[in-house]
């Protein structure tokens, strides 16, 4: 079994808003990440989790709070967000952090900011 | 910073041809993975590759990491409607040297549409 899930799928937020997104995974991987993707745009790295400590901040504004609570949960929690941070929101899951290891992604959680 | 450039960016071709796309890199990776990603939906691992040389397959997937480390390419045979989507590269050093170590870096992704 090689499934994230995310939640919600779709999301609709004005900028006063706070609302937070969720990911799951049940492989046993001890690394999780939150990526961002814009249309017709690779994935950009957002944040790295390894063994529920955060690793990595890719200069992400402080609007973006990650929340790694246990091994197997990823929540991203969001505050005061712009229009131009409408985007497909990723997250992955690989076995460890830093090494050579498949990085799966869930289904993505479609964020619309009005 | 690592680029990959990833060519074609689109292709349309006829269900049933034979497909090819590849990634060149200016640096080293030890580490390439191949997605492919459908519309609003997250990016799916189709093969990933470990040692240079390595030559893959994943049903009707062939992917090859190139001897130099610099490169890789994915091919697809005898296409079907269901191979339309956007495939992206990825390359990844994995050598826990630090934080670039964590990265993937993307190519800009190549977009195949098959004609029935």
């Known amino acids: 079994d090689t499934e994230v899930t995310q939640t919600p799928k779709h999301l609709v937020m004005g900028m006063t808003n706070k609302k937070s997104l969720k990911c799951e995974q049940h492989?046993?991987?001890?690394?999780m990440y939150w990526y961002k993707q814009k249309a017709k745009k690779p994935p950009e790295l957002m944040f790295v989790?390894?063994?529920?400590?955060?690793?990595i901040n890719e200069s992400v504004p402080s609007r973006f709070s990650p929340e790694c609570p246990n091994s197997s949960l990823l929540n991203l929690h969001l505050h005061a967000l712009q229009p131009e941070d409408s985007a497909l929101y990723l997250c992955?899951?690989?076995?460890?952090?830093?090494?050579?290891?498949?990085?799966?992604f869930g289904p993505g959680t479609r964020l619309t900011v009005t | 910073g690592q680029q990959l450039n990833q060519s074609p960016q689109s292709m349309f071709i006829q269900e049933g041809e034979d497909v090819s796309m590849n990634c060149t890199s200016s640096?080293?990776?030890?580490?390439w993975l191949w997605y492919k990603q459908d519309p609003g939906e997250g990016p799916v691992l189709l093969i990933a590759?470990?040692?240079?040389?390595e030559l893959t397959s994943n049903g009707r997937l062939t992917a090859q990491f190139g001897i130099t480390r610099k490169d890789s390419f994915l091919n697809i045979s005898a296409s079907i409607p269901s191979d339309v989507g956007i495939y992206f590269c990825?390359?990844?050093?994995?050598?826990?040297?630090?934080?670039?170590?964590?990265?993937?870096?993307f190519g800009k992704g190549t977009k195949l549409s098959v004609i029935p």
């Open positions: 989790y390894s063994y529920e400590k955060l690793s």
């Open positions: 492989m046993g991987h001890r690394a």
């Open positions: 590759l470990y040692k240079a040389g």
């Open positions: 990825a390359g990844q050093l994995g050598d826990n040297s630090g934080a670039g170590s964590y990265q993937l870096t």
């Open positions: 992955a899951s690989s076995r460890l952090a830093g090494w050579a290891y498949e990085q799966y």
């Open positions: 640096s080293i990776f030890n580490t």
